[in-house]
Each structure stands twice: as C-alpha cells, then as structure tokens.
C-alpha cells in the first residue's frame, strides 16, 4: 500500500523495503487557469549532489539535454511537452546500486520553459505530485501530493533521494523558486 506524505516529511527507501534497488519517480501535473496563447511544458531533472548539496560534475545533472547519466544510476525517460493524459508525465529512473559514491542526494525538481517569456508560473499548475515506484514490482511506494502552494515560483524542488547510514530516504520537499532552471543551476553550484 502507499504511503501519502505531507510537506517535510522524511520516509526511509530501502531499509522497509528490503532488496529495493531500482526505482522510478514518476511526477505528474495539471495545467489550467491559463489563458496566455502559449502551451505549459514543464521538466523534470536531477541534481546529483554531494554531502554538500553541490553538484560536482556537469554529467551530475540529468535533464532533458542529458537523459543518462555515466554510471547508468538515474535515466530521465524523455521530455513531455503537454503534460495532458492521465499518470506519470514525466519519469526519472533510478538505480541505487549504481550511483557513484561521491552522490550523497537525488533532488527531483520541475522547471517550467521559458516561464519567464510566457509569463507562466506554478501558479497555474494544479494536481503536481510525485511518487515513487518500485521498478521490479510496479508497486507503489509512496506519493507526495504538491497542493496549490505557489503562486510566481517558476522552478520546484519536489523531493530528494539521500543517503544516510547505508540507506535510502525520501524528503518530500516542495520547495519554489523563482528565475527557472538557471536559478536552480546557481542553487547547486552549477555554471550557468
């Protein structure tokens, strides 16, 4: 059965789940409320950050310019440009037996294109969620509802994946930030 968690929220991975190493986060939205002439695409990345919450490498970032990364450990299964349909719009697969050892967090964010240009904002996306899935058993794990927090925020950190005593967590985070994608770059300690 899955779990619903709230803003903040901490649950471990793999300690409960025992033999759990590959995973999908799937995340999902709605778009209304909208009438500027111009289609929503959102994107859903990876930021493979160390301890620190840096990331190091320019490969340690996974988005829709740079769907694998090296070790194989996270593949961002594609871009979708309409979020319209049932389910999962975008998925990001991860496989914890692979991630390199100087990855000690997996922040899963939502980036609006070309927000900014748009004039669009998390505002007028309704319905986010995210949740976690076990990629052997299609089971569920557990599912982090957004709710309508945002209003000009362009960019969301959604949730992430850290390691903490050999294990595997979940932080339901649902953080907004303005400037897009380039703010989250900064924000990890990306050139942008």
């Known amino acids: 059965m899955s779990i619903n968690l709230a803003k903040g929220q901490r649950i471990d991975l793999t300690k409960t789940n025992p033999g759990l190493t590959k995973v999908i986060v799937g995340l999902g939205w709605d778009t209304n409320r909208y009438?500027?002439?111009?289609?929503?695409?959102?994107?859903?990345?990876?930021?493979?950050?160390?301890?620190?919450?840096?990331?190091?490498?320019?490969?340690?970032?996974?988005?829709?310019?740079n769907l694998v990364h090296s070790s194989g450990a996270v593949k961002h299964t594609g871009d979708n440009r309409t979020g319209e349909g049932e389910g999962d719009d975008e998925?990001?697969?991860?496989?914890?037996?692979?991630?390199?050892?100087?990855?000690?967090?997996?922040?899963?964010?939502?980036?609006i294109h070309e927000a900014e240009a748009r004039n669009q904002n998390f505002g007028q996306v309704s319905n986010a969620f995210v949740r976690v899935v076990d990629e052997e058993t299609n089971r569920e794990i557990l599912r982090f509802d957004l709710g309508e927090d945002f209003s000009v925020e362009t960019a969301v950190v959604v949730c992430e994946l850290y390691r903490h005593n050999g294990d595997w967590k979940f932080n339901a985070i649902g953080s907004?930030?303005?400037?897009g994608l380039a703010a989250l770059c900064r924000n990890f300690g990306l050139e942008v």
């Open 35 to 65: 009438h500027g002439g111009y289609d929503f695409d959102l994107d859903a990345s990876a930021f493979l950050a160390d301890a620190n919450n840096r990331v190091i490498h320019d490969e340690d970032f996974i988005f829709y310019n």
């Open 91 to 111: 998925q990001i697969k991860i496989d914890f037996s692979k991630v390199p050892s100087h990855v000690e967090r997996i922040a899963i964010t939502v980036t």
């Open 176 to 179: 907004g930030f303005a400037g």
